[in-house]
């Protein structure tokens, strides 16, 4: 894979988050999400790549852009084919009241890597490399915990896990707490959660509970560049959604590790923050027309893990124009 694909990346996540960050504290998470998405889709014409949308914003009929089988790209035939992914916005409510976490995410792997999630709900535990290998999504929340203390040298009372605040996690809530280890309560955004493991300075030791499928191979994508693992089993809410799995040949018995949710060893990763976050600062618009935004790029070839923070001139931009 090219490698100043992931730095492209980075550009298509800035435009994302440039344009939806106009809407923080609005009020209209569809505005903002629509936002990301025009901006987004632009922003890919100008890559260098020869892809198809796997993980996107949904079917055809329901998604004019960035639709599930979407062709993407400016390169020739001969160039090496990719399965993109995306969420323009992941935490859109958390957008549209002003919160913090939410991002704009890619990531593409040669065709045939990423897997094509369902759109239903998945069950997911995540780790960073220093405890990759001793979770398991079967055991019980309280074994996870100690295994991940012990693998991270820390008393179970250090351990943070993030869950996203939703009643389906009450039951996981108290689990936890009775384990001893603490909560960080997210309102949106679970790739993001996902990924702060893989950083210690975000004060994130784990991710546990039921969000997104596509985005637990997301997700399950930027951990496989820094070496963390996901673990991820698909939770259908409805009759629909366990046909819809079935459809698409997932299997909702099995646990989908992270190199079955994203395989290979070629992958490349973008995110860049929309809303302040303690991994990536959000988009903040300045004087004279200009914004500054901090985007963390992946390439699991070389493992170089690159924080770009970028002043955009706004004026010579005209896709930005007030
Ligand atoms: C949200 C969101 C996540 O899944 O949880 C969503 O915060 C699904 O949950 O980031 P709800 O239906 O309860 O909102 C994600 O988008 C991705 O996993």
Same mark, same amino acid.
């Given at each position: 894979?090219?490698?100043?694909?992931?730095?492209?990346?980075?550009?298509?996540?800035?435009?994302?988050?440039?344009?939806?960050?106009?809407?923080?504290?609005?009020?209209?998470?569809?505005?903002?999400?629509?936002?990301?998405?025009?901006?987004?889709?632009?922003?890919?014409?100008?890559?260098?790549?020869?892809?198809?949308?796997?993980?996107?914003?949904? *079917?055809?009929?329901?998604?004019?852009?960035?639709?599930?089988?979407?062709?993407?790209?400016?390169?020739?035939?001969?160039?090496?084919?990719?399965?993109?992914?995306?969420?323009?916005?992941?935490?859109?409510?958390?957008?549209?009241?002003?919160?913090?976490?939410?991002?704009?995410?890619?990531?593409?792997?040669?065709?045939?890597?990423?897997?094509?999630?369902?759109?239903?709900?998945?069950?997911?535990?995540?780790?960073?490399?220093?405890?990759?290998?001793?979770?398991?999504?079967?055991?019980?929340?309280?074994?996870?915990?100690?295994?991940?203390?012990?693998?991270?040298?820390?008393?179970?009372?250090?351990?943070?896990?993030?869950?996203?605040?939703?009643?389906?996690?009450?039951?996981?809530?108290?689990?936890?707490? *009775?384990?001893?280890?603490?909560?960080?309560?997210?309102?949106?955004?679970?790739?993001?959660?996902?990924?702060?493991?893989?950083?210690?300075?975000?004060?994130?030791?784990?991710?546990?509970?039921?969000?997104?499928?596509?985005?637990?191979?997301?997700?399950?994508?930027?951990?496989?560049?820094?070496?963390?693992?996901?673990?991820?089993?698909?939770?259908?809410?409805?009759?629909?959604?366990?046909?819809?799995?079935? *459809?698409?040949?997932?299997?909702?018995?099995?646990?989908?590790?992270?190199?079955?949710?994203?395989?290979?060893?070629?992958?490349?990763?973008?995110?860049?923050?929309?809303?302040?976050?303690?991994?990536?600062?959000?988009?903040?618009?300045?004087?004279?027309?200009?914004?500054?935004?901090?985007?963390?790029?992946?390439?699991? *070839?070389?493992?170089?893990?690159?924080?770009?923070?970028?002043?955009?001139?706004?004026?010579?931009?005209?896709?930005?124009?007030?």
């Amino acid at each position: 894979m090219d490698r100043n694909l992931p730095v492209n990346l980075g550009r298509v996540t800035e435009a994302a988050a440039l344009a939806s960050a106009k809407f923080l504290g609005r009020g209209d998470k569809n505005k903002a999400d629509q936002a990301a998405v025009d901006a987004m889709r632009r922003m890919f014409d100008t890559v260098d790549i020869d892809g198809t949308v796997v993980i996107g914003e949904g *079917e055809l009929d329901e998604a004019p852009m960035l639709y599930i089988g979407e062709e993407i790209g400016t390169a020739g035939p001969d160039d090496l084919k990719v399965d993109i992914a995306v969420d323009p916005l992941d935490g859109t409510i958390s957008v549209a009241n002003g919160l913090p976490n939410a991002i704009s995410v890619v990531a593409v792997a040669p065709r045939g890597c990423l897997l094509h999630a369902p759109d239903t709900y998945m069950k997911k535990i995540a780790v960073g490399p220093r405890a990759r290998g001793v979770i398991d999504i079967h055991s019980p929340v309280k074994t996870n915990i100690i295994n991940v203390a012990k693998a991270l040298k820390k008393d179970v009372s250090d351990v943070t896990v993030v869950v996203i605040d939703r009643p389906r996690h009450v039951e996981l809530v108290r689990e936890i707490r *009775e384990a001893g280890a603490r909560i960080k309560m997210i309102s949106d955004g679970d790739v993001l959660g996902a990924i702060s493991t893989c950083f210690e300075y975000t004060g994130v030791d784990m991710l546990m509970g039921i969000g997104g499928a596509p985005e637990g191979v997301i997700a399950a994508a930027a951990l496989k560049c820094i070496g963390g693992e996901l673990q991820g089993q698909l939770m259908p809410a409805t009759e629909e959604q366990r046909r819809r799995c079935i *459809e698409m040949g997932s299997d909702i018995d099995r646990v989908y590790h992270t190199d079955d949710l994203a395989k290979g060893e070629q992958m490349a990763f973008a995110a860049t923050g929309v809303s302040y976050g303690e991994l990536l600062q959000g988009v903040k618009y300045m004087e004279n027309n200009t914004a500054t935004t901090h985007t963390l790029v992946l390439r699991m *070839e070389t493992g170089t893990i690159r924080f770009i923070e970028s002043i955009h001139q706004l004026d010579k931009k005209p896709e930005y124009a007030k």
